[in-house]
C-alpha cells in the first residue's frame, strides 16, 4: 500500500522559511515525476513544483520561481520542499503526489492533478504579513 506522509508545515512570518518532507512508503521514488501542490481555502488545488525523480529535472509555478526548491533523496524515499522568502499568499495545505508511472513530469504535463495517482494528507502553511 502507498503512503505519502508530509511533514514540515507550519506558521511563519513573512519573509520566512520553511522545509516540507515527502516521505513514500511502499513507492519507490527513483525514475518518476513527484510534485507539490496547494490549495488555499476558496481556491482550486494548484501546482508549486514537481521533480522528474531520475533525470532530476525540476518544475515550478511562477509564482514560487526563486524562492522555493525540490529536492530529493533517494535512499530516504524523500522529497523535499524548500520555501525561502515566503509570502502571505503562499498561505495554503500543501499536499505531495506521485504519479504511478515511471518516466519524466515534461514541462505540459506536470500541473495536470489526474496524472497523479498518490496523494499525502496535506500539511498546512500559514504565512502572516
Given at each position: 500500500?502507498?503512503?505519502?506522509?508530509?511533514?514540515?508545515?507550519?506558521s511563519?512570518?513573512?519573509?520566512?522559511?520553511?522545509?516540507?518532507?515527502?516521505?513514500?512508503?511502499?513507492?519507490?521514488t527513483?525514475?518518476?515525476?513527484?510534485?507539490?501542490?496547494?490549495?488555499?481555502?476558496?481556491?482550486?488545488?494548484?501546482?508549486v513544483?514537481?521533480?522528474?525523480?531520475?533525470?532530476?529535472?525540476?518544475?515550478?509555478?511562477?509564482s514560487?520561481?526563486g524562492r522555493?526548491?525540490?529536492s530529493?533523496?533517494?535512499?530516504?524515499?524523500?522529497?523535499?520542499?524548500?520555501?525561502?522568502?515566503?509570502?502571505?499568499?503562499?498561505?495554503a495545505?500543501y499536499?505531495?503526489?506521485?504519479?504511478?508511472?515511471a518516466?519524466?513530469?515534461?514541462?505540459?504535463?506536470?500541473?495536470?492533478?489526474?496524472?497523479?495517482?498518490?496523494w499525502?494528507?496535506?500539511?498546512?502553511?500559514?504565512?502572516?504579513?
Open positions: 500500500q502507498v503512503q505519502l506522509v508530509e511533514f514540515g508545515g507550519g511563519v512570518q513573512a519573509g520566512g522559511s520553511l522545509k516540507l518532507s515527502c516521505a513514500a512508503s511502499g513507492y519507490t527513483s525514475s518518476t515525476c513527484m510534485a507539490w501542490f496547494r490549495q488555499a481555502p476558496g481556491k482550486e488545488r494548484e501546482g513544483a514537481a521533480l522528474s525523480t531520475g533525470a532530476l529535472r525540476t518544475y515550478y509555478a511562477d514560487v520561481k522555493f526548491t525540490i530529493q533523496d533517494n535512499a530516504k524515499n524523500t522529497v523535499y520542499l524548500q520555501m525561502n522568502s515566503l509570502k502571505p499568499e503562499d498561505t495545505v499536499y505531495c503526489a506521485a504519479r504511478a508511472a518516466g519524466d513530469c515534461y514541462s505540459w504535463l506536470w500541473l495536470r492533478r489526474q496524472d497523479y495517482k498518490y499525502g494528507q496535506g500539511t498546512q502553511v500559514t504565512v502572516s504579513s
